[in-house]
């Protein structure tokens, strides 16, 4: 089981509202990841992070934000929320490359937003 | 425009019986094909993962099979359990990138019934 720790695990709030989603690992990995899924949808990546100070916005443009000041810690900000935030967002994390197993991503079990 | 097609969207089965998810992409260069479980509200979970040399893959009641020249891969669940019933995503995973960029399938919903 993956040492991947998303909080909070549901979150209701009004429009406007700053949020910050947390996403925490302990397997020292490099590489870390937001998603964000909608039902019925696949993942789309919005957010990256290759280590410590490295951060790049992913496929799906987002107006979310993400800072990477420690290894074992990638959180996510919204800056005012809106409806069409609602969604799931899935944090995930990768080893370094190495052979069949390169390129595994760990999953948290995820944040459950919903913006009225 | 999503690489990776799955199909059914859905599928009921009851339970004891047997079932196969489809996966058909188009990401290239190829790296791997792995197959996730996801259950409601929760993260995926690996189940399996295939390199381009692979055929065939099993975990418990779970076999993929990948076909690297038509670019699919099946998934079979035997005797399914009720515990089977959530979300199995494929990915593929290309070859070219450093990022380690994925390709998810929309998914296929499956339910068990008793």
């Known amino acids: 089981e993956a040492d991947i720790y998303q909080t909070p695990r549901y979150l209701v709030i009004g429009t406007g509202k700053k949020i910050t989603l947390e996403c925490s690992q302990t397997m020292g990995h490099d590489k870390m990841y937001w998603y964000q899924q909608d039902p019925g949808m696949e993942l789309h990546l919005i957010h990256y992070?290759?280590?410590?100070?490295?951060?790049e916005k992913g496929d799906l443009s987002s107006e979310s934000t993400v800072s990477r000041i420690r290894t074992e810690h990638f959180p996510l900000t919204l800056e005012s929320a809106r409806p069409s935030h609602t969604s799931q967002y899935l944090c995930a994390s990768s080893p370094p490359a190495s052979g069949q197993g390169s390129n595994e991503q760990y999953f948290g079990p995820g944040t459950r937003l919903t913006v009225t | 425009k999503n690489q990776v097609e799955q199909s059914p969207q859905s599928l009921i089965i009851l339970e004891g019986k047997n079932c196969t998810l489809q996966c058909n992409y188009t990401v290239s260069p190829f790296s791997n094909l792995r197959w996730y479980k996801q259950d409601t509200g929760r993260g995926p979970v690996s189940l399996t993962i295939m390199t381009f040399s692979e055929n065939t893959k099993s975990n418990g009641r779970y076999t993929a099979t990948l076909d690297a020249d038509t670019k699919q891969s099946s998934l079979h669940i035997t005797a399914s359990q009720l515990s089977d019933s959530a979300s199995y995503i494929c990915?593929?995973?290309?070859?070219?990138?450093?990022?380690?960029?994925?390709?998810f399938g929309r998914g296929t919903q499956l339910t068990v019934w008793p």
């Open positions: 990915v593929v995973s290309d070859r070219g990138s450093t990022l380690g960029r994925l390709y």
């Open positions: 992070s290759y280590g410590v100070n490295s951060t």
